[in-house]
């Protein structure tokens, strides 16, 4: 995937304006629109309802991030 999105939206174009935080730092923004900041998982008899197929993947778009939080909500 990491190949995809780097073909998709490369660093270091020099259309991009919001550069002050590092080259990763706008691709990064428009990487995370495509993948999306939230899910929302079917829980059924306790365990995650996910099809034979699929997965959850965490994504870091930075090359030094820092420290993130991750938060789950459920609602039943």
């Known amino acids: 995937m990491e190949t995809i999105y780097d ?3 490369p660093d270091n174009m ?5 550069v002050l935080e590092g080259s ?7 990487k995370c629109i495509i993948t999306g900041v939230s899910i929302n998982i079917p829980i059924t008899d306790g365990r995650l309802n996910l099809g034979t ?3 959850i993947y965490l994504c870091e778009f930075r090359n030094d991030g820092g420290a993130r939080k991750f938060v789950a909500t459920i609602v039943g």
Not at 14 to 18: C, F, I, L, S, V
Not at 24 to 30: E, K, L, Q
């Open 7 to 9: 073909r998709l939206i």
């Open 14 to 18: 020099p259309d991009y304006r919001h």
């Open 24 to 30: 990763d730092d706008m691709p990064a923004h428009a």
């Open 53 to 55: 197929w699929q997965g």
